[in-house]
């Protein structure tokens, strides 16, 4: 067989994605105020709990992580399994992640992918890819490690409310200003969601974000992932531009951050993820 992949719900692979490269996916959760729990992936989750005050979320928990690890090990047939979970900066799930593996006796290697999001996606997709080509378990890892630390992700955000309740991003967060004017550009940075720019309008924001995105891409092949929260006009568009502009585009994909990461940056996000040195999505 070949080395098997695991991943959470937070990377927004789309479940074609994950059939097709056997990629097992364990939930993340979010609680509603009246105590409803969903598990995103699993469960029908409402759309309105986006915008709801008093939703609270939680990463992948220890039960179904193992239950994933070993049904992964059981898949690889002794080839072994690489998981990728989001940074360990904004989420218990890498460190449930290294408990549950470190009950299957090495047989499983965690990958902190120090992202989240579609960059988590991608990262993941390069570790199954590398597992395809016939990589070693360790092969596998090191690839995804590369790959998570190549990648660049920036997000623009509509509104500042989910930001500040969510508590997931940075020290840097007293520079959002309290104007609701301000449209910040965040990005990944050492695991964690920080302030890149700020600008008084969306159209502004998006337009810097999109000139930043050419500007890392260069002439290197790219894949470009878009990501976006309850904005699909958006996202498609970002992603005309972005492709337009950019010279060697491996592939693209659109992913909606789903509700658990929706919770956090709020309605009308959308941002722009480079990812290096895969082979084109399928």
Same mark, same amino acid.
């Given at each position: 067989?070949?080395?098997?992949?695991?991943?959470?719900?937070?990377?927004?692979?789309?479940?074609? /994605?994950?059939? @097709?490269?056997?990629?097992?996916?364990?939930?993340?959760?979010?609680?509603?105020?009246?105590?409803?729990?969903?598990?995103?992936?699993?469960?029908?989750?409402?759309?309105?709990?986006?915008?709801?005050?008093?939703?609270?979320? $939680?990463?992948?928990?220890?039960?179904?992580?193992?239950?994933?690890? !070993?049904?992964?090990?059981? *898949?690889? @047939?002794?080839?072994?399994?690489?998981?990728?979970?989001?940074?360990?900066?904004?989420?218990? +799930?890498?460190?449930? !992640?290294?408990? !549950?593996?470190?009950?299957?006796?090495?047989?499983?290697?965690?990958?902190? $992918?120090?992202?989240?999001?579609? $960059?988590?996606? /991608?990262?993941?997709?390069?570790?199954?890819?590398?597992?395809?080509?016939?990589?070693?378990?360790?092969?596998?890892?090191?690839?995804?490690?590369?790959?998570?630390?190549?990648? @660049?992700?920036?997000?623009?955000?509509?509104?500042?409310?989910?930001?500040?309740?969510?508590?997931?991003? $940075? *020290?840097?967060?007293?520079?959002?200003?309290?104007?609701?004017?301000?449209?910040?550009?965040?990005?990944?940075?050492?695991?964690?969601?920080?302030?890149?720019?700020?600008?008084? +309008?969306?159209?502004?924001?998006?337009?810097?974000?999109?000139?930043?995105?050419?500007?890392?891409?260069?002439?290197?092949?790219?894949?470009?992932?878009?990501?976006?929260?309850?904005?699909?006009?958006?996202?498609?568009?970002?992603?005309?531009?972005?492709?337009?502009?950019?010279?060697?585009?491996?592939? +693209?994909?659109?992913?909606? /951050?789903?509700?658990?990461?929706?919770?956090?940056?709020?309605?009308?996000?959308?941002?722009?993820?480079?990812?290096?040195?895969?082979?084109? /999505?399928?």
């Amino acid at each position: 067989m070949s080395v098997a992949i695991v991943t959470d719900s937070s990377s927004r692979l789309p479940a074609t /994605l994950l059939d @097709e490269h056997a990629i097992l996916q364990v939930p993340l959760y979010l609680k509603t105020e009246d105590g409803v729990e969903y598990a995103e992936g699993v469960d029908d989750v409402p759309s309105d709990v986006i915008s709801s005050m008093k939703v609270t979320t $939680s990463g992948a928990n220890l039960g179904d992580l193992k239950r994933a690890y !070993a049904q992964a090990w059981e *898949a690889s @047939e002794g080839d072994g399994v690489v998981a990728v979970h989001m940074s360990r900066r904004l989420s218990g +799930t890498w460190s449930a !992640a290294r408990l !549950a593996a470190e009950e299957m006796d090495g047989r499983v290697r965690v990958v902190d $992918s120090r992202s989240v999001g579609i $960059s988590l996606g /991608l990262t993941t997709m390069a570790a199954a890819q590398a597992a395809e080509a016939g990589g070693s378990r360790d092969a596998v890892y090191e690839t995804a490690v590369r790959a998570a630390a190549t990648a @660049e992700s920036m997000l623009c955000v509509q509104a500042l409310d989910n930001l500040r309740r969510s508590g997931r991003i $940075s *020290a840097a967060s007293h520079l959002l200003g309290s104007a609701l004017a301000i449209k910040p550009i965040l990005h990944m940075s050492d695991g964690l969601l920080t302030l890149r720019e700020r600008h008084r +309008t969306s159209t502004k924001a998006i337009a810097k974000m999109l000139d930043a995105a050419v500007e890392l891409a260069g002439d290197d092949a790219v894949t470009i992932g878009v990501q976006h929260c309850q904005n699909p006009e958006l996202a498609d568009a970002v992603l005309a531009q972005v492709t337009e502009r950019v010279e060697n585009v491996t592939s +693209t994909i659109v992913v909606d /951050l789903g509700a658990v990461l929706g919770i956090h940056v709020g309605p009308g996000a959308v941002g722009v993820t480079l990812g290096y040195g895969l082979a084109p /999505l399928s």
